[in-house]
């Protein structure tokens, strides 16, 4: 037998212990259930020696095959990594489709008394499911955003919101990237795929009932796209703009990008294509500032002289509902004292 799950939030809730992901590493790694560990029936290369033994030679020589790699791994995760589950451990396993190598696994398991099951359709049945939520179905959830120029901090009102018990949702932790030329984070960015598997598992997790707070965001962030779903629901969502001044956003971002305001090399080759935008004499200023080292000077420069104006072109370009602004002072308590304001506002709409 197979569970079968007709809707993502049923399969997110699905009640097992452990979720198994049987696939390879390879596989896994592009994109997963969130949540699901790694325990590959074939690895990488078995899984290619495989196949090209199919195509090659006989699918009857390449099913041996499979079949004396699949079990032979299987005793040794169950050696090594499952010996110490008891004997009410239900686990969910799932493979690329369903078939051979999640219902080897499961079957295995079962014979010990362990109450394995599949998901019916395995992966491409998951994706199936996260393309209709992100792709086909309006969202469920009314979004607030908040809107505002680069180094209003809106990241980390989220961050204070969150901790109020607003439901937020953070695209740019979910994307690893802070939505501008120069938000590159550390270990890079997942796959579209596993993007859209992390986003479409926190929305599943709030409450349709409630507001949710989001950052205005452009559609992509970085490499990433944002679903349809997600990113009409964005457009439509009501405004709450933060404000503060110049002197305030340059010393923020000062510290919040301090990591490429430092790294001279990249910050010049992330620079460079703004020439056909801005022109050469704004990027040659630009560039006469990173060979000084005067972070703040050309923080500020690229605010007025890129950030900004972009920012004001996209305003307007779409038709929007400002619902309130929020005045912010850029340190510890400024940020708490907004995220409070927010809070009112949130309880009037």
């Known amino acids: 037998m197979a569970t079968t799950f007709s809707s993502l939030p049923q399969l997110y809730a699905h009640g097992f212990d452990t979720v198994i992901d049987v696939r390879s590493p390879a596989e896994y790694a592009e994109d997963h259930l969130p949540g699901a560990i790694n325990l590959p029936v074939l690895d990488d290369e078995e899984r290619a020696r495989v196949g090209t033994i199919y195509v090659q030679q006989s699918p009857f020589l390449a099913r041996k095959l499979g079949a004396a790699l699949v079990f032979r791994n299987t005793a040794d995760h169950i050696e090594q990594r499952l010996s110490h589950h008891e004997g009410g451990w239900r686990p969910l396993v799932y493979c690329w489709r369903g078939g051979q190598r999640s219902g080897s696994f499961a079957w295995t398991l079962q014979q010990i008394g362990w109450r394995a099951d599949v998901v019916d359709g395995g992966y491409r049945t998951y994706r199936r499911l996260v393309n209709a939520y992100l792709y086909e179905d309006p969202l469920a959830h009314r979004l607030v955003a908040l809107d505002g120029y680069t180094g209003t901090a809106k990241t980390e009102i989220l961050a204070r919101l969150r901790a109020r018990d607003v439901q937020v949702l953070d695209l740019e932790d979910l994307a690893n990237h802070r939505g501008s030329l120069l938000g590159e984070q550390p270990g890079g960015q997942p796959s579209q795929k596993a993007f859209e598997s992390q986003l479409a598992a926190a929305l599943c997790a709030l409450d349709p009932a409630r507001p949710v707070v989001v950052e205005s965001e452009s559609s992509k962030l970085g490499k ?15 405004r709450i703009r933060i404000e503060a001044s110049v002197a305030a956003r340059t010393a923020y971002l000062v510290q919040a990008y301090d990591d490429i305001l430092s790294d001279s090399e990249r910050l010049r080759d992330r620079l460079s294509p703004l020439r ?53 002072a850029l340190d510890a308590q400024g940020l708490s004292v907004a995220a409070s304001r927010i809070e009112e506002i949130l309880a009037q709409l």
Do not use: F, N
Not at 227 to 233: D, I, K, T
Not at 296 to 321: C, F, I, N, W
């Open 224 to 238: 990433l796209i944002l679903p349809p779903s997600v990113w009409q629901a964005l457009c439509a969502a009501p």
């Open 276 to 328: 056909a935008h801005r022109g050469h004499a704004v990027v040659d200023g630009w560039t006469a500032l990173i060979a000084v080292g005067d972070k703040p000077a050309l923080t500020q420069a690229l605010m007025e002289q890129h950030y900004d104006p972009a920012y004001e072109k996209s305003r307007r370009g779409r038709t929007v509902e400002e619902v309130a602004r929020v005045q912010v």
